[in-house]
Nanobody, 126 residues
Framework: QLQLVESGGGLVQPGGSLRLSCTAS????????TGWFRQAPGKEREGVSC????????NYVDSVKGRFTVSRDNAMNTVYLQINSLNSEDTAIYYCATQTAMLFGPCDLQSGYNLWGQGTQVTVSS
């Protein structure tokens, strides 16, 4: 069974940091592009970051550039999202997703992902 599981979310004060993990089972995550998305209450889901397989090319939405860093550890079959300088607008459920149907597919912040995790809640509040 192919599965993605996110972890690492929680309650953090403004200015704080978290590292989210996305761990795959049943397949090799390092062969597929992986994206991070978030959905805040009352808002549409948005892509925040992605990382390609192979060369590890990354991409970020403008609102998180300089604060978020995506990386992968192929030995752990995991993709990480380091999020720093958190503010209230970062409060959301964060999801990871990947393209199991395509090997070494493009890093895309919009679409093309067919396997999603269950999400992890990030809440920024003092």
């Amino acid at each position: 069974q192919l599965q993605l599981v996110e972890s690492g979310g929680g309650l953090v004060q403004p200015g704080g940091s978290l590292r989210l993990s996305c761990t795959a089972s049943g397949f090799t995550l390092g062969l597929h592009a992986t994206g991070w998305f978030r959905q805040a209450p009352g808002k549409e889901r948005e892509g925040v970051s992605c990382i390609s397989a192979g060369n590890g090319r990354t991409n970020y939405v403008d609102s998180v550039k300089g604060r978020f860093t995506v990386s992968r550890d192929n030995a752990m079959n995991t993709v990480y999202l380091q999020i720093n300088s958190l503010n209230s607008e970062d409060t959301a459920i964060y999801y990871c997703a990947t393209q199991t149907a395509m090997l070494f597919g493009p890093c895309d912040l919009q679409s093309g992902y067919n396997l999603w995790g269950q999400g992890t809640q990030v809440t920024v509040s003092s």
